[in-house]
């Protein structure tokens, strides 16, 4: 079964919830898991992934909590997949690193890599905005 993780649904369901509060001001991580239904130590651990690459802000201090890091229109599904699951790979032959052999001769391939630029176009096209 091809199916993206409960961290990559956690993720967006906790950036939906910043981006529908609109303000700029940091929210209490456990504020955030209260809203989404999800374990505030799990959800820690995906706001530490987003944090590090620019997607949320991390703010520290009694008042701290996380922000957006860019406007919701600016953040792509396909930034949020990519930090939670590690990228978007359907198949091992269309790895970069360790590829099959016979990936550049082989018709399932093709497939493989059509399928993968269909589903990375639809997630890169779509914005947090987009799901709100």
């Known amino acids: 079964m091809l199916q993206i993780t409960r961290q990559t649904e956690y993720a967006i369901r906790g950036l939906q919830d910043l ?52 406007e919701p229109g600016e953040i792509t599904l396909r930034e949020v997949v990519e930090v939670c699951e590690g990228g978007i790979v359907l198949n091992h032959c269309l790895r970069k690193v360790d590829a099959c052999k016979q990936s550049g001769t082989c018709n399932v391939s093709k497939v493989w890599r059509q399928a993968q630029e269909a589903l990375t176009g639809a997630l890169d096209g779509t914005s947090l905005a987009d799901v709100l």
């Open 19 to 70: 981006a529908r509060r609109g303000s700029d001001a940091p929210v209490q991580l456990k504020v955030i898991a209260g809203s989404c239904e999800v374990s505030e130590a799990f959800l820690a651990k995906i706001f530490q992934m987003l944090a590090q690459a620019g997607i949320v802000k991390s703010h520290r201090g009694v008042k701290g909590g996380f922000s957006l890091g860019r």
